[in-house]
């Protein structure tokens, strides 16, 4: 994507929201269900205030460093190629940084990537269940914590 002229933060998301593939909260639920890898991108502060059941826990900042660190495919002899047969879908507080990181493994060769339209504000206006961060696994690594419920990092 070549930009000829300034754009703001919202301006970026709206373009990449229509490049990219998005689901709403029903969507998702369904492919919890199925064991897709569900990734949440939202900060440590924000995870502390709840989690989408059967998510893993990876901040925005080192998403595209520690993807392959996820334990549904970390065992594998290339877990990059085994991660691009798998349906990964990705949320945030608001879907605006889960379009961007979206877009971000589409240039790293994912093609099953959604974003969750609305993020973890939608899911909580639908009043879908969320645990505590406390109530899911603690992880570290390469020095970096991050929380799972159900086969993550």
């Known amino acids: 994507m070549i930009m ?11 373009i990449i929201q229509g490049e990219i593939q998005q689901c ?6 369904e492919a919890l269900q199925q064991g897709a890898i569900v990734i949440d991108i939202r900060e440590e502060a924000e995870v502390n205030l709840g989690m989408i059941p ?8 080192v998403l595209e460093m520690e993807l392959t660190s996820l334990d549904a495919i970390s065992h594998e002899q290339d877990p990059l190629s085994a ?13 605006a940084r889960s379009a961007l990181a979206a877009k971000s ?47 993550g990092i």
């Open 4 to 14: 000829t002229k300034l754009l703001n933060g919202r301006q970026l998301v709206s």
């Open 54 to 61: 059967g998510a893993v826990h990876i901040p925005r900042g």
């Open 24 to 29: 709403d909260c029903e969507a998702l639920s």
């Open 105 to 151: 493994l589409e240039s790293m060769g994912l093609t099953k990537v959604w974003s969750v339209a609305g993020g973890f504000n939608r899911w909580l206006a639908l009043e879908k269940p969320i645990i505590s961060s406390k109530e899911a696994k603690v992880w570290e690594v390469d020095g970096l914590f991050a929380w799972e419920q159900g086969g």
């Open 83 to 95: 991660l691009a047969t798998r349906p990964v879908y990705l949320y945030c507080r608001s879907g």
